[in-house]
């Protein structure tokens, strides 16, 4: 691609996300078949068309393990799969579980009913979690969790005020794009709920804290001491789209920061919990605890919607007002798929596992680093890696067309990702995958570089 192509290009991306309206994208459609050509023709016909999520790439029929496969019979590793396959797509023992528990008979629970298996989901995790984090909610998505956590905060601080990170997700419905920080979620949105207080992440790459958590505790600090009606502290743990992870010396300060000003501190881990980064919770990394923890995405194995919120014990008072009260909160197959997610990661030994790989990876980015210019940063841990794109790497700019270009090369050679920020290509694979598998993703990586003629 030459440089006037590029610039062609760049002025094609309308959304935010790794789905730009781009001649990559038309090259694309160009070549996945007439009958997935219709598919996606009738998907755009009667689904709402929204950011990140339109176009379609293609049309799924099957997902195993680490893979998805199309109509068409084309496999891709899914490196991405929305953050719900720690275990793999359709793990025949989480499928036998749903399958049982189905043919028991027990499909739903009633409001005011409680079921075994519930109790069970409940028991497990809370067996998991620091000692005194040991209450529970259950809920059918992050979403609702995030919502549950902050009004569990403000009755029990009789404060309305949040602080939160731009740039941060923490769901897509009303109240949770008003604590998060991302734009694309709040165009056209209106009034949002009011008393929210947004600082600017410890980023160590670029942004303005760039290589100085100090200054970003101070920011911290300074908010916290102006505003007495601040209750809550709302984070990523570690942010996930695009990889950002915050030193342990910046937690164990906000920690002591939230303690000291009687604010809580709530952290989303919903995509990132669960083995993901190592251990099974992110939090583990920093020597802290949350005083609020937040549950989701791979919590369901990938096939049940399931989230939850584990709260300290001395919070459980509060039975006069309804935090939650969500038809499915005790769904037998939502927990069912819980208890058994959790019980997986363990039998399976799944965070040595992932401990092992992250070395692994991380040589193995950490050399394409070495070798191609175009790559400005390496980050991550266990399995979840950012590589961040740069047209230059003192300036960096982003390489938001090369980001672009990388991902459809990608995608034709059978390697799905996500694209973040418009130039970090961001690897999720499942906690399962084999090393065989590892290593075929990242030679295609290597090639889709290669083919970007940046060497260094």
Known sequence: MDHTDQDKQKVEYVVEGDINLTLARGKWIENVGERTKELLERDAQYFMHQ?????????????????????????????HGNNVHQIGFSHPKLVGRLTEQLQQGLTFSTRRYTNEVAIQFAEKITSLTPKGLSRVLLTPNGSSAIGIALKLGRAVTGKHKVVSFWDSFHGASLDAISVGGESVFKEHMGPLMPGVERIPPPITYRGIFEGNEDKALEYLEYVLSKDNQIGAFLAETIRNTDVQIPSATFWKGARELCTKHGVLLILDEIPIALGRT???????????EPDILCLGKGLGGGIIPQAAIVAREEYNT?????LGHYTHEKS????????????????E?????VKADEAYMK???????????LIGHVRGIGLLWGIELVTNRTTKEKAVAEAEEIMYECLKQGLSFKVSKGNVLQLSPPLTITREELDK???ILNEAFLKTNTIA
């Open 441 to 443: 993703a990242l030679e």
């Open 363 to 373: 040589a193995a980015l950490y050399k394409l680093h070495r070798k191609y210019s």
């Open 51 to 79: 950011s990140m999520s339109t176009p379609c790439l293609d049309v799924l029929k099957n997902c195993e393990g680490s893979y998805i496969e199309s109509i068409s019979g084309k496999k891709y590793l899914d490196f």
């Open 318 to 322: 509060f039975g006069h007002i309804s």
């Open 278 to 288: 190592g251990k099974m919770f992110a939090f583990e990394h920093f020597g802290i």
């Open 349 to 353: 030994n799944l965070l040595d596992k």
């Open 332 to 347: 037998p197959l939502g927990a069912m798929a819980g208890l058994t997610v959790l019980e997986i990661i363990e039998e």
